[in-house]
């Protein structure tokens, strides 16, 4: 399937995936993988541009090979792999970092918030750097779609940017990426605080499921989840809370709203939100077998990564041979 489109997207693996990730990004990468050549790259360079644990690092990555493919990520039809075993990204980010005003880094909105979090007063040149590197990311794949949540947007234009001017630079070389940021996918909030985003940085962690919640958990949060005042089991600007209820168990069972409104007039908030609790505990059961099925087979994962490090690698190096080559280096011996 030569011709397919190429599909990239990352991720850094932090932490445990919740609900928000699986419904608003990582499912619909998976409805990706039959109809594109899907590229899928878990960050682990960009994740030491914040303070971090070496340990955790390299058990997250694990863990995030593992629940992707427990979440649909089959490696038999997409390429899962860890950026730090392709040669390229940092390579490429180095150039395009030549190209790179100082002055459009040091105004990135993620780049501001994260130098003045707590971190101890130390700013890394890696957190300024980091946009650099992921347009590195991107255009070492000369990827199509690079399906991102709307926080990443400037990021890409970012990327964008970058793209453009080598290729006015040098000459032609990089496809631009447009700015996909798919409108499906639910957008899931917090079970607490129905105004903000379901998050693993949530002050009430009730208001977060995760995906490897055991069933128990998983009632208990819906159990806790705030809902509005009234009775009506409606999708509402008034009810956020019922609203984000309905969207969450549209998404599981995959009915619509309306079928779900219709079929819950009368039903009381309580047994509602056992309902939801429900249907979400038997959409994660495979997913958490799966999971537990995996997590613990190193070699199985090693295999998984090294088999999408050499799809990875395979378009990394001719990427960067022609990039090399417009820049003007001279041709690289062979070793
Ligand atoms: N910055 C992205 C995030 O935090 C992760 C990322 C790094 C990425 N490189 C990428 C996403 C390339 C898409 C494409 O979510």
Redesign the pocket.
Known sequence: MPDRKTV?????PTGQLHLGNYFGAIRNWANMIDDYECFF?I?DQ?AITMPYEPAELRKSTYRMVAAYVACGLDPAKCHLFAQSHIIGHTELAWILGCLCPLGQLERMTQYKEKSQRENAGFVGSGLLYYPV??AA??LLYNADR?P??E??KQ?LELCRDLAIKFNNTYSETFRVPSVDIPKTGARIRSLQDPERKMSKSDANQNGCVYLLDPPAVIRKKFKSAVTDSGREIVAREDKPGISNLLNIYSAATGRSIEKLEAENAGVSYGDFKSKVAEAVVDLLSPIQERFEAIVNDKDQLNGILAEGAKAAQKVAFKTLSKVHRKVGFVERPRI
């Open positions: 990239l997207t990352c991720a850094q790259g960050v960009h590197l992921m990311d991107i690079v991102v949540g926080d990443q990021h």
